[in-house]
């Protein structure tokens, strides 16, 4: 595993003239912000219900949001792409190269799932029999190529299909697949089965949780360790976020120093995003540690520190005001445990729960569970 990748996720849009097309001028918010960070994004991804009603219109006004967008920008379709049973609609109105099935992305195979168009509409999510073919030779082709990691996009958990979802994530779990980054939730949740990470980004114009702010995540993956942060749409810049080593809650690799390090030199990697940003630094163990800039990879920052014990440990990087601060798991490399296999894998009893300064209040509101009638 190789490489580092981050991409912007924009929450289902929803494009719709009854709103007065809330998701796309937030989305229009969005871009402005980004052509003011000069490096470090791969990619702009929309997770589907990119339309309200899959109508040509709202299409339109979705890619007129994007006309000043200087990242490239990658989508799949969601239930509400589907309302009139056909992605005629939602292929018409997105440019092929914004929909492709796979594409190497720095160091990562990323894998773009349409889990609608083999169902009968609405929230029927299946995943047809020759996708699912095309998904197995995919991840087999990733799996002879050490070299790259694995990545999913869909617009729902494996937990919601109608069929065949713990196969799915079975799959995934074994085929190495670092994260999953899904829509339609309405809310944000990361789940963790123990052998890869899921991530959902509440609806940019359908927002239940948190009082109804607009934002959209962050994700990166370093070396199969995931990273996902929450930015409001009003946050400031600098963007701080820690590559590696992994947060405890997202460790799904425990025997890679990457996800659990061993006591004594530990490298941290950040990237921080945002034109101007003031060189980070670690704090750790009450000490301040200088980062260098990666001369190999944009907006990336490294340092070796000390963590002198095995345990639980918070470690920060700063950058100015800006701040991101984890948990580390320290552990003898002698007691890393082995692999083992997933109960239940992909589905949302593996929830990490509240982890509010990241933006997840474990609300769980919106269609999947106690949401209003969207």
Not at 17 to 43: S, T
Not at 53 to 73: E, S
Not at 109 to 123: E, H, M, N
């Amino acid at each position: 595993m190789t490489g580092s990748i981050t991409w912007v996720h924009v929450g289902d849009l929803h494009a719709d003239a009854a709103d007065r097309w809330e998701g796309p001028r937030r989305l229009k918010r969005v871009v402005r912000q980004l052509a003011a960070v000069p490096a470090g994004i791969d990619f702009l991804f929309l997770p589907g219900d990119n339309a309200n009603h899959a109508r040509a219109v709202q299409y339109d006004v979705i890619r007129t949001a994007l006309a000043r967008n200087r990242l490239p920008v990658l989508t799949i379709p969601g239930d509400h792409d589907f309302e009139d049973g056909t992605l005629a609609a939602y292929r018409a109105g997105t440019p092929q190269d914004w929909r492709p099935f796979s594409r190497v992305i720095a160091g990562h195979r990323c894998l773009f799932l349409d889990i609608v168009s083999a169902g009968a509409g609405g929230p029927d999510f299946r995943l047809g029999a020759g996708q699912r073919d095309r998904l197995a030779r995919a991840l087999a082709e990733s799996d002879d190529d050490a070299a790259l990691t694995p990545l999913v996009f869909m617009h729902a958990f494996p937990s919601d299909l109608a069929d065949g979802g713990e196969a799915l994530a079975t799959l995934f779990a074994d085929a190495g697949v670092a994260y999953v980054d899904t829509g339609h939730t309405h809310y944000n949740e990361l789940l963790n089965d123990g052998r890869t990470v899921y991530g959902a980004t509440r609806s940019s114009a359908q927002i239940e949780e948190a009082g109804g702010v607009p934002g959209y995540s962050m994700v990166s993956v370093h070396h199969g360790v995931p990273s996902w942060t929450f930015r409001p749409l009003d946050a400031a810049w600098p963007h701080v976020q820690i590559l590696s080593p992994a947060d405890v809650r997202v460790v799904t690799r425990p025997y890679h120093p990457c996800h659990v390090p061993a006591p004594g030199p530990v490298e941290v990697v950040a990237r921080v995003l945002g034109r101007g940003a003031a060189a980070p630094t670690v704090r750790f163990g009450g000490r301040d540690w200088p980062m260098v800039p990666d001369a190999g990879h944009a907006a990336t920052w490294r340092a070796m520190i000390e963590m002198p014990c095995a345990g639980l440990h918070c470690l920060e990087v700063t950058s100015g005001d800006a701040c991101d601060r984890i948990e580390v798991l320290v552990r003898e490399r002698k007691d890393a445990p082995k692999r083992g296999r997933p109960v239940a894998p992909g589905n949302a009893v593996h929830s990490i729960g509240a982890w509010e300064s990241r933006h997840l209040f474990g609300t769980r509101l919106g269609p999947n569970a106690n949401g209003g009638p969207w």
